[in-house]
């Protein structure tokens, strides 16, 4: 479904990703692994086009879609849900959810209030609060629930578990594996390992910009020396 291929990006002239290969199947889950500052944001920003690679081109559903300006990818089914968390903290959650309606996409879901509250019991219940009342994991999950309503195919989620509680931890892993139910295919980033293994089918660990592993969570597992090299467990 996505084909990252010989993607080579840079913030100036500071080379950040070197050479990235793989690719995300149709209604899996891939984990991008990695270390802080190994390069995880960028892949995803390279994917979105927010970062332009310099190098290499980014498959998608069989369409070159390098070069794209953002919102093109955004609208062909691909949702990027960034690391900081990113509501209208004036806006009730409810009208949060209005603003990243999209029309319904041929072959995806059509994500409504109802069905998104399903998913995010939590923000049903503080659905006329808003943004700015809510915890950190509420507007996480706030973001996650707007970028549910654009009705995408693929969704980008960076470090979906980073700064909030254990129990939510739970509840967002148990959100990822919902999500791939309902026939998305999800990358998502991470530090560690603990929260991919609860969701992800595939793996990609990279360090400082250059891919060190690709394979199934299961390959991962059979070769622990991988891991404590690359990974805080
Ligand atoms: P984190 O877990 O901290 O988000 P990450 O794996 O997502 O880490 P990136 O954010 O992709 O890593 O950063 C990769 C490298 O690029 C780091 O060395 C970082 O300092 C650098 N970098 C990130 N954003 C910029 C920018 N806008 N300008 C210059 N360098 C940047």
């Excluded at 080579?8 to 270390?35: C, E, H, I, P, W």
């Excluded at 920003?45 to 069989?62: D, E, F, W």
């Excluded at 295919?185 to 390992?193: D, F, I, Y």
Aim: proline share 4%.
């Amino acid at each position: 479904m996505l084909e990252v291929n010989g993607v080579n990006s840079f913030y100036g002239k500071a080379q950040v990703l070197n050479d990235l290969n793989f690719t995300v199947d149709r209604g899996t889950v891939v984990a991008l692994l990695g270390r802080n500052g190994a390069g995880k944001t960028t892949t995803m920003k390279s994917i979105m086009q927010l970062v332009r690679p310099r190098q290499g081109k980014i498959i998608y559903q069989g369409q070159d879609i390098t070069g794209w300006p953002s919102h093109k990818v955004a609208r062909n089914g691909l949702g990027y849900v960034p690391e900081e968390r990113r509501i209208f903290t004036q806006l009730t959650v409810m009208e949060n959810l209005e603003v990243g309606r999209q029309p319904p996409r041929d072959g995806c879901t059509t994500w409504t209030e109802d069905m998104v509250f399903d998913l995010f019991p939590n923000l049903a219940e503080r659905r006329h609060n808003r943004g700015k009342a809510l915890s950190g994991g509420e507007q996480q999950m706030l973001t996650i629930a707007r970028t549910l309503m654009g009705n995408p195919a693929f969704i980008l989620l960076d470090e979906p578990s980073e700064g909030i509680a254990p129990v939510i931890v739970e509840q967002m892993a148990r959100v990822i594996l919902q999500l791939k139910a309902e026939g998305l295919t999800v990358l998502l980033s991470e530090q560690n390992l603990h929260f991919a293994q609860a969701v992800a089918d595939g793996v990609v660990i990279i360090e400082h910009g250059t891919q060190k592993f690709v394979g199934t969570l299961a390959a991962l597992q059979s070769q622990p020396e991988i891991r404590d090299q690359y990974l805080s467990v």
